[in-house]
């Protein structure tokens, strides 16, 4: 298929737990590219009638109280048990997946379509995107913010996740989010750049 010569380049972010992605997506929205989070999208679906039925289903009513989804209660019978992770993927990821291809087709005049994706090389999901970026941060920064964000399961999600190392190996490009919001910015921006050039 032709591909027109305006399209916009298409690209997956990613990195480990507290690595800073979401201060990465949000610095990225501010140069102008259309971002979206898969996190944020698989949070919409938890809310969704069917979704909380069927972890009600399999899980019990322990994980919706009220009616209502608990991340947590989720993780907790997710994370620690194989099948049930494989369970929760095929449930989500088809449904996470619908959303992020609306959301290309819907994108126009931007320097580029991000999507920020954890789990974007574990999942193989980097063969759908044109270009992916890896944000990396020193390991006693991340335990700090991961810590700070009360996560659920951290050790098993840290363990299903390749090291920071691989994933910046893997990645087209590897970014360090150490140091300020304005430095994170700017190695951003010539990133945006060197894609929009390509």
Known sequence: MHEPASR???????????AGKS??????????AAT???????????????VRDALVD?????????????????ATQAFGNEEERKWLEGLLWPLVGERVAEFRASVKDVPAAVVEVPLLFESGMEQGFDHTIAIVADEAVRAERAGARG??????????????EEKSQRADFSVRNDGSVDELKAELAEILESIGSG
């Open 36 to 50: 979206l989070s898969t996190d944020a999208v698989v949070h919409e679906l938890l809310g969704s009638s069917p």
């Open 8 to 18: 916009v380049p298409f690209v997956g972010l990613t990195g480990g737990l507290g």
């Open 58 to 74: 399999r899980f019990g009513t322990s994980v919706a109280p009220d009616g209502v989804v608990d991340r947590g209660a989720v």
């Open 151 to 164: 996560h659920e399961a951290v050790e098993e999600r840290a363990g299903r996740q390749l090291s920071q």
């Open 23 to 32: 201060t990465a997506l949000e610095a990225l929205a501010s140069l102008g």
